[in-house]
């Protein structure tokens, strides 16, 4: 599917300068369901607006939120432990409340329904979304900190314990290796939920540099061609409703929490979270 992209600067309540998005769209007339990418820590990198392209390839219009345009304009950080350090620098300054006013500013600008696709600290804002906005879907995938308040967007309490606000569907993809998640914050469960919880075995997904340690060496930038593996992932996002025995030909998962994934309405050109 050919597809369109450009910048756009939306304005958002309280803030002295607009907010810019990085937007993909098809090219033909829609209507075109919403999905915002929440990015990765780096900010809006080539990588990300990829990321978008692709889903605008399946017939959406992506939305790629500045988070950081509180701090300056479109940044884009290199996939380097001094990117990292600078993205933590970003991280301090993204809380509750600005990305509470972000994403109204975009939930008005853009048509619905809305859903939102996450990765790494972008897979935790698309959680938080989650529990705050009627999105019809969410995917996140290897977000980090839900657990703990290591970041504002986890205070005053662990992002998690907020689960009990989703309404809508969410996918949730972490890779069986992915030290973020070790046992104890792997395994529990969010207070008060009333969400369906289903676990399985878990695919392992490639984490980036975002979530690396001082420990652990960084990951150069994922590339833009998807791999093989990653081509797998997408259709898990257009799942209906949690995993079944029918399910069994897709790449496993480690939680699904209340329910699962995008749904397609059987036509590329326009699908429906």
Same mark, same amino acid.
């Given at each position: ?6 910048? @756009? ?78 993205? @933590? ?185």
């Amino acid at each position: 599917m050919k597809i369109e992209n450009h910048w @756009l600067d939306v304005s958002v309540d309280g803030s002295a300068e607009p907010m810019s998005a990085y937007v993909a769209q098809p090219a033909e007339p829609g209507p075109h369901p919403t999905v915002l990418v929440g990015f990765e820590m780096f900010g809006i990198t080539d990588y990300v607006r990829a990321v978008a392209d692709r889903i605008a390839a399946l017939g959406y219009t992506a939305v790629v939120p500045d988070f950081y345009h509180r701090s300056g304009s479109r940044i884009a950080l290199p996939a380097t432990a001094e990117g990292r350090s600078r993205g @933590l620098e970003l991280l301090s300054h993204v809380t509750r409340d600005t990305v509470d006013r972000d994403l109204q500013a975009l939930l008005s600008h853009f048509p619905g329904p809305h859903g939102m696709v996450g990765l790494s600290v972008g897979g935790h804002l698309a959680y938080y979304a989650a529990t705050r906005f009627p999105l019809a879907a969410v995917a996140t995938f290897y977000p980090g900190w839900l657990t703990d308040d290591t970041i504002p967007l986890g205070r005053p309490t662990p992002t998690v314990d907020l689960t009990p606000g989703i309404k809508g569907r969410l996918l949730f993809l972490v890779g069986d290796g992915d030290h973020l998640f070790t046992p104890p914050s792997s395994t529990r469960s969010p207070p008060d939920s009333t969400a369906s919880t289903t676990t399985s075995s878990s695919t392992p997904t490639p984490r980036t540099a975002s979530s690396a340690t001082s420990a652990t060496p960084i990951a150069p930038p994922q590339p833009t061609t998807p791999s093989p593996a990653s081509r797998n992932y997408w259709p898990i996002t257009w799942a209906s409703g949690p995993p079944k025995a029918s399910s069994a030909k897709r790449p496993p998962i480690r939680r699904c929490v209340s329910a699962s994934g995008w749904r397609s309405s059987g036509s590329a050109g326009s699908p429906s979270p």
